[in-house]
């Protein structure tokens, strides 16, 4: 199934055939992990299986993740996640498909602030969004890091009434994603 998911993220990413391996980055152990503040306790879960192709020539970059993979302390907390909110079985993936905005010599060991806009898609609903984000470039590795806050309102996620915990309106997700040079599997 991981292959095909990629074959289907280097569609996605028009991979040309124009263009040499050297120039894709991909790591399918990105770590995305959110956290919400509630009257009764704060929820924090993490997903280290996130997928993701960089293309550093054209800038595109590509992440995935499965819903089902977040993994909460709270049993109970993950079965409301993923049967109530996020409804995983209807709405499996969360996918962000955009490009870096800045110029950035990708071979040049530093630290890079970087935005990165295009459509963020949760929960079967896609918006247009930037994302902020640091890049650091080491020795041909590459991670990236980004902050940013989902307002469940925007993406049709609603809390059940019967839900004993309100989680907040505004949930704050955190990503590290480090890439090593993408090779094509046999």
Known sequence: AMKTTFILILFALNVGSGLSAQNLFSTTTGETAFYSETPVEDITAVNKLGQS???????????QMNMKQFDFPNKLMQEHFNENYIESDKYPKAIFKGKINEKIDFTKNGTYDISATGDFTLHGVTKARTFKGKLIVNQGSLSITTD??????DYKI?????????????????NKYTFAPYVAKK
């Open 53 to 63: 192709i960089l293309n550093t020539t054209t800038n595109d970059i590509v992440v």
């Open 148 to 153: 940013f806050d989902v307002a469940l309102t």
């Open 158 to 174: 609603e809390v059940p009434q019967i839900v004993f915990v309100k989680i907040a309106q505004i949930i704050k997700v955190k």
